[in-house]
């Protein structure tokens, strides 16, 4: 089995999806499974997890009915409001759902001190209890308050999407590899391979420009807490399905096929609790 363990589904309203800006128009239209399917057919990909890309509970129950008529999304990772003082009789109602396997918030959008909040912390802490993973969106520049949070909750399963958005443009290595190597310390953290093509030029990269990116993120995750994923459909500015997994796949040649499964299939299956 290959799982992508990360995608999007949306039904596209512009007031709602404001971070599509002129660059990205190529996707401001609706994104549904019968426009995915083809996609992970044709890669051999056999299930996906579904990640939240609006701060909704509606969109959170939407993504639990796609899941349930669709058989190839294995899992949900969805939005709960987790500062909310009700958050446990909402946990209580959605985590009976077979597909809800995690929850993220948007954190690249808030402020450093929004990891320390109390709230959010004790919202966070009831997760453990389902028991539902928690995937952490940051940018490059919040690795360290992502690593207090995650000091905060030892027991709690992470996921950090996107590698933290690392600085591929301007070519930055150093201060973000070693905030990602510190993070990796923390055995209870797993990390996506996802989301790296559209941290670079979206005409011009090329797999020699990311190759550092992603050799630092497996030298600091090892293959068995580093994910494949997709990022569909927003890695369509930059590259197609089809591309990026065959991306993925050169940078996993020359490991063992153990450790390849392990990015493919038993990472995320892992996490997720996916078996």
């Known amino acids: 089995m290959r799982i992508d363990a990360h995608h999007h589904f949306w039904h596209y309203i512009p007031a709602e999806y404001g971070w599509i800006d002129d660059a ?14 083809p996609e992970i057919r044709a890669a051999g990909i056999d299930a996906v997890v ?6 909704s509970l509606g969109e959170t129950e939407w993504l639990l009915e796609l899941a349930a008529a669709h058989p190839f999304v294995a899992g949900v990772v969805g939005w709960l409001p987790l500062t909310n003082p ?3 009789d909402v946990l209580e109602k959605l985590a009976a759902n077979p597909w809800l396997k995690g929850v993220r918030h948007v954190l690249q959008a808030e402020p450093d001190s929004y990891f320390d909040r109390v709230a959010f912390n004790a919202g966070l ?17 919040q690795l360290p308050a992502a690593i207090r949070l ?14 933290a958005k690392p600085p591929i443009r301007t070519g930055d290595l150093a201060p973000w590899a070693a905030s990602l190597a510190e993070l990796a310390r923390r055995p209870n953290v797993f990390c996506k391979l996802s989301g790296i093509v559209t941290e670079a030029d979206y005409a011009a990269w090329s797999f020699e420009r990311i190759l550092p990116y992603m050799e630092a993120a497996i030298d600091a995750f ?24 065959a991306t993925v796949q050169h940078f996993a040649e020359p490991l063992s096929g153990d450790e390849r499964d392990m990015i493919f299939h038993r990472a995320a299956a892992r996490a997720y609790n996916l078996e």
């Open 150 to 163: 995650v000091d905060r909750h030892p027991n709690q399963v992470f996921v950090l999407d996107h590698i």
């Open 24 to 37: 990205m128009a190529s996707i401001r239209r609706d994104f549904l499974p019968s426009d995915l399917a």
């Open 222 to 245: 090892t293959p068995a807490r580093l994910m494949f994923g997709s990022d569909w459909p927003v890695c369509l500015v930059a590259s197609t399905y089809s591309r990026w997994i």
């Open 125 to 141: 802490a009831q997760l453990q209890r389902f028991p539902l993973t928690y995937d952490i969106l940051i940018r490059h520049q």
């Open 50 to 55: 579904s990640v939240q890309a609006r701060q």
């Open 86 to 88: 009700d958050l446990g």
